[in-house]
């Protein structure tokens, strides 16, 4: 029994390219985890202000909402596999300008807003084409849910471990030698695709205007309301719920009287509950009610938002932590699935898009928000509102969490548009 699930947990391996891809991602994701910390705790550091570290998510973040469309457009229209290529060059170039700014001592908050917002163009076009890919890399359809848990999992592994590494980095070394530190884990995924051995790419004859994809794009998920719905969803915990990021240097140097280390280890372990997460996500059997999950783990996100916002036992603290990691992991990844699954594969990269265009519009938003209310209000205050709204965002969802899901188009049924 204890082999066939250790079987089940990692069948999408068995893919030559996706464990290149596996690999590679999992490097860079620690490197991405070291500088998304960094940067905050460097703003956090120079401005004191909560409200600015809200602005500093939403520089990264909002210009991925302004250009998902178009970075969907893209993964479906051109070579995903040279598209990553040029993100990821110019993800590691972005690092190293960060870098010379702090090492240099000319770290203005404005340059660090600048190279966030350049950063958050390069996702819009990374994301939806590295999500796209998966689907280009695994051996069989079947190992797809499997292979977005398992590539979920590395990134929760990386939160897990990254911000604690920033820390000690940062402690020791400061902030430039945790964005070189970045910039260099890019090489990883930039070798794991010229490993790769992918069939030849056969360009696409494109008639339409990059306008009408885009309307396409938003008509097919119009027409299939069991994505639509995941959208919106996603769309409203991501707005008002997982931006509870934002606020955690306030309980970190304030709630809690700690220092850079402190930030990183409250990340550490809402990535340890990540990480259980997408362990347990991966390791489900094909056909696993997900939806159903998706409203636990919501639920679950909230009642660790709650707890964790108003206990000041630091250990305490850190276990709810843990749990809302767990519930807010899920998010990102049942959706993932869903429609990456149900999506008809010549309209997948825009349905990502549109997917990513949910979170990185509403998160940023919601960053400002959260920042804003967190100045009046406090930390605590806020991130308890926090975990009430997930709840109650779960409640209004349940009866089409508790529901399987029906798409309206198969996905290997061709969209006509129509």
């Known amino acids: 029994m204890k082999k066939i699930s250790q079987l089940n947990l ?22 991405t985890w070291m500088q998304r910390t960094a940067v905050v705790w460097l703003v956090y550091s120079i401005t004191h202000s909560a409200f600015l570290l809200g602005v500093t998510i939403f520089a990264e973040q909002f210009p991925s909402f302004i250009c998902s469309i178009p970075g969907g457009v893209a993964a479906d229209r051109y070579n995903r596999y040279t598209v990553i290529k040029i ?83 940062l402690s020791a070394f400061g902030a430039g030698v945790c964005f070189l530190l970045n910039a260099a884990s890019f090489g990883a995924v930039i070798i794991s695709l010229l490993l790769m051995n992918l069939p030849a790419y056969k360009p696409k004859t494109v008639n339409k205007k990059i306008i009408a994809d885009f309307a396409e794009g938003f008509t097919y998920i119009k027409n299939t309301p069991g994505i639509s719905t995941i959208v919106i969803m996603l769309a409203a915990v991501s707005l008002l719920v997982l931006p509870y990021n934002t606020v955690l240097p306030v309980f970190a140097k304030v709630v ?75 998010q990102f990844t049942i959706s993932n699935i869903i429609v990456q699954s149900d999506a008809a594969p010549e309209m997948r990269g825009r349905t990502m898009g549109i997917l990513l265009m949910a979170i990185f519009g509403m998160m940023p938003l919601g960053s400002v928000l959260i920042g804003a209310v967190t100045e009046h209000i406090g930390a605590p205050a806020t991130v308890l509102a926090q975990g009430i709204l997930a709840v109650v965002i779960a409640l209004i969802f349940l009866k089409f969490l508790t529901t399987p899901l029906k798409t309206a188009i198969k996905p290997d049924v061709p969209f006509s548009g129509n």
């Open 256 to 330: 809690f009287s700690g220092d850079a280390s402190t930030f990183g280890y409250i990340n550490s372990f809402i990535g340890i509950g990540a990480v259980a997460g997408t362990i347990f996500l991966a390791s489900r059997k094909p056909g696993a009610h997900l939806k159903r999950i998706l409203f636990l783990s919501t639920i679950l996100m909230g009642v660790g938002l709650i707890c964790f916002s108003q206990i000041k036992n630091f250990p305490a603290a850190m276990f709810f932590a843990a749990i809302a990691g767990y519930g807010s992991v899920a």
């Open 87 to 169: 993100t990821q060059i110019t993800s590691m170039l972005q690092a190293v300008l960060l870098a010379v700014l702090v090492i240099t001592g000319h770290a203005a908050v404005w340059a660090i807003l600048l190279l966030s917002v350049i950063l958050g163009i390069i996702n819009a076009f990374d994301v939806p084409a590295r999500q796209a890919l998966i689907n280009d890399v695994v051996a069989s359809p079947n190992d797809l849910p499997n292979a977005v848990s398992l590539s979920t999992a590395t990134a929760s592994l990386a939160q897990l471990l990254g911000p604690a590494l920033s820390g000690i980095v």
């Open 10 to 31: 990692f069948r999408a391996l068995a893919s030559r390219n996706y464990t290149l891809y596996f690999i590679g991602r999992a490097v860079s994701q620690f490197g």
